[in-house]
């Protein structure tokens, strides 16, 4: 079945826009936070004469490779939050159980991701809903919670990086590899650069989405209080007349002559005279 062409004349919401670009922002915004769950957020190299170690942190583990190997051997270990198991080949190890407050700010950026990615999805929902329901009274309230979730995906991520600078310039331990101190850890590297561009489109949405919101709250369509009549002329009023039945029919129409020559006249009418004058 064809579609019917859209009506190039229909009305167009003033927040259609405004929601729809916060919509495009906040979804790259999660989808930027996601990635970075599965990439190392800090990077260090340890070298001496004898070897050389990188070691790559992520929110749930974290990996070290011997560069100085033929085989390029590289172990990694799951975190389970209670500290960082020890490398029985590369001697590799970060106490986070010794010490709380650098636990704390780790375990609190994982937490700040998870918030800017799920209240994000939750946001994406609500400004979907909304954009469908320009029109109707449900906007107002879906734009309000849209607003309102938009903000807190910002903030989650927004907290995530920040507390990972703290963790990550704190001197945890005094613990040395190869000759190297551990911390303060830096060394930032691809998860913290992606949270900080999806903080950066958290922010964009948000503003966008109060911007829709307020355009939401002051658009009143315009509807008359009574339906309009069609303009009406003055007409004179109708009368019904009486009319004679038409005559009947004869039973039969007379013979005509299928001769060529006229018969001739039956009486022709008096002469007429020119009257004489009168003097």
Avoid at 175 to 187: A, E, F, H, I, K
Avoid at 211 to 236: D, I, R, S
């Amino acid at each position: 079945m064809a579609k019917a062409p859209k009506n190039p004349y229909a009305p167009v919401h003033p927040a259609k826009k405004l929601l729809t670009l916060a919509l495009a922002l906040l979804g790259l915004s999660v989808l930027l936070g996601f990635i970075s769950v599965f990439v190392p957020w800090s990077q260090r190299d340890f070298n001496s004469t004898a070897s050389r170690l990188t070691a790559w942190f992520y929110p749930f583990k974290w990996c070290v490779e011997n560069k100085l190997s033929s085989l390029h051997y590289m172990q990694c270990e799951d975190e389970d939050f209670g500290g960082w198991t020890t490398s029985a080949i590369t001697g590799f190890s970060v106490p986070l159980a010794g010490n709380l407050k650098c636990r704390g700010f780790f375990i609190a950026t994982v937490v700040f991701v998870f918030i800017h990615v799920i209240i994000g999805v939750f946001a994406l929902i609500f400004l979907a809903a909304c954009l469908a329901k320009l029109w109707t009274k449900l906007a107002k309230p879906l734009a309000l919670l849209a607003a309102i979730l938009t903000f807190i995906s910002f903030a989650g991520s927004l907290c995530s990086w920040a507390m990972f600078i703290v963790y990550a310039e704190e001197k945890c331990s005094s613990d040395t590899v190869n000759g190297v101190n551990v911390y303060p850890l830096q060394g930032y590297s691809y998860g913290f650069i992606l949270e900080i561009f999806a903080t950066a489109l958290a922010l964009g949405a948000m503003l966008l989405a109060c911007l829709g919101l307020t355009k939401v709250l002051k658009h009143k369509p315009h509807t008359p209080a009574y339906p309009m009549q069609a303009a009406a002329y003055p007409a004179a009023a109708y009368m019904p007349q009486y009319m004679e039945p038409y005559p009947a029919m004869p039973p039969y129409a007379p013979a005509m002559s299928t001769s060529p020559y006229m018969e001739p006249a039956a009486a022709y009418a008096p002469p007429m005279y020119p009257m004489a004058p009168m003097y």
